[in-house]
């Protein structure tokens, strides 16, 4: 139950995965029409004037920030949770600033003091840093969709990501309840990545952790993790916050301060502005939908099947083939996507279709997939 061994590992942590992709990047951008890149899955849009004001009108920030942050943007966290997506019951105590979401998930586990001979469990397809956080602490860990895996041990901490990197697989309500009381029966730490929540496009809309209907009204032992990078275009700002528990928020809190992760308070303005304005996210939200249609009509039609997929900023496409083939044959017609087996050994006949690129490049792959 160590960590995945179809990942080389070199030292304490497995190797970038994106390292592996830098020869077929090059081929796809030697095309003459230029690279339609889908791999990293970077926003392309402008960051909203709403937020780029604000930003502009808190330039003036000599002093340092505080690791607790502004009680103006943890009540702006509250709100938009309330407000989106039904969570009841926080208080200002259970809300953090964090500078990004993946530096907190990477650190997670170590500043929640599990280290070495506790055991991390994580989704059988995820998004590496889950392995490399618990590589970090000098954890053991496992990939695995199934409870019934972990046998007689009790992970210390199980993260969930829905709705999925990279499969874009949404969680039912009852999966989500089931994991709930199974973490709390046995003192597991729950811990929900919930990052592409606003990102849905087709069946039942994702649920967060913390609503009152999985939790059952309640906080005890459980997270969850947002980031505004995708929402509202604000990957460069690092703007990211976890909520839930209030004790291991103030667990994560301790830590942090002593450490000085503090997010600056320009950026935490920005925040709140990003937060309280849900018409740039319904506007980026019609943008996308309409390349997501483009790109997995083009995707079919050149005989893909497109597996989940319902909500994320991905298309978990697949002919069949081992997904280093399938990068292959893409860069050279100019277009780059992840493998699937960067995500796990399931993934390894799949690749992650990013829909994030402009709509001249999506309209450019289309071109190409259909020619």
Same mark, same amino acid.
């Given at each position: ?26 081929? %796809?951008?030697?095309? =003459? ?46 709100? /938009? ?44 397809? %995820? ?6 956080? %618990? ?30 990197? =990279? ?14 009381? /199974? ?17 849905? /496009? ?44 209030? %004790? ?67 298309? /978990? ?55």
């Amino acid at each position: 139950m160590a960590a995945r061994e179809d990942r080389p590992v070199s030292g304490r942590l497995p190797d970038f995965p994106w390292d592996k992709l830098t020869a077929y990047a090059a081929t %796809a951008r030697a095309h =003459p029409d230029g690279v339609c890149d889908f791999s990293v899955g970077t926003p392309v849009d402008p960051t909203p004037a709403v937020v780029q004001d604000a930003l502009r009108a808190a330039a003036d920030a000599p002093g340092y920030p505080t690791t607790i942050g502004l009680e103006a943007t943890r009540q702006a966290a509250i709100d /938009w949770l309330a407000r989106r997506h039904g969570v009841t019951g926080l208080g200002l105590d259970g809300a953090l600033p964090v500078i990004g979401s993946k530096e907190l998930i990477g650190s997670m586990a170590v500043h929640l003091g599990i280290g070495a001979g506790d055991l991390i469990g994580y989704p059988a397809l %995820a998004y590496p840093t889950y392995e490399v956080g %618990a590589a970090l602490a000098g954890a053991e860990s496992l990939a695995t969709d199934s409870l019934t895996a972990f046998g007689p041990r009790t992970p210390r901490l199980l993260w969930l990501n829905s709705p999925a990197n =990279p499969s874009g697989r949404v969680l039912p309500i009852d999966h989500l309840r089931k994991v709930v009381e /199974w973490c709390r029966e046995r003192g597991t730490i729950l811990v929900s990545d919930e990052c592409y929540i606003e990102c849905a /496009w087709e069946g039942e809309a994702p649920l967060s952790i913390l609503d009152p209907r999985v939790s059952g009204g309640s906080h005890d032992g459980i997270l969850a993790v947002h980031s505004l990078s995708k929402r509202s275009n604000l990957a460069g700002y690092r703007c990211a916050f976890v909520a839930g528990d209030p %004790a291991l928020v103030g667990e994560l809190l301790a830590v942090r301060k002593n450490l000085g992760l503090q997010m600056p308070g320009p950026q935490q303005h920005a925040m709140i502005a990003a937060l309280d304005d849900d018409t740039h996210v319904d506007e980026q939200h019609a943008t996308y939908a309409a390349r997501r249609a483009v790109l997995r009509t083009a995707l079919e039609s050149a005989g893909f099947r497109i597996d989940h997929s319902e909500a994320s900023l991905y298309l /978990w496409a697949t002919r069949g083939e081992g997904c280093w083939t399938t990068v292959a044959d893409l860069a050279e017609r100019g277009i780059l996507v992840a493998p699937g087996d960067f995500y796990g050994p399931s993934g390894a006949q799949h690749v992650r279709v990013a829909f994030t690129a402009t709509d001249e490049r999506v309209a450019a792959a289309a071109a190409r997939l259909s020619a």
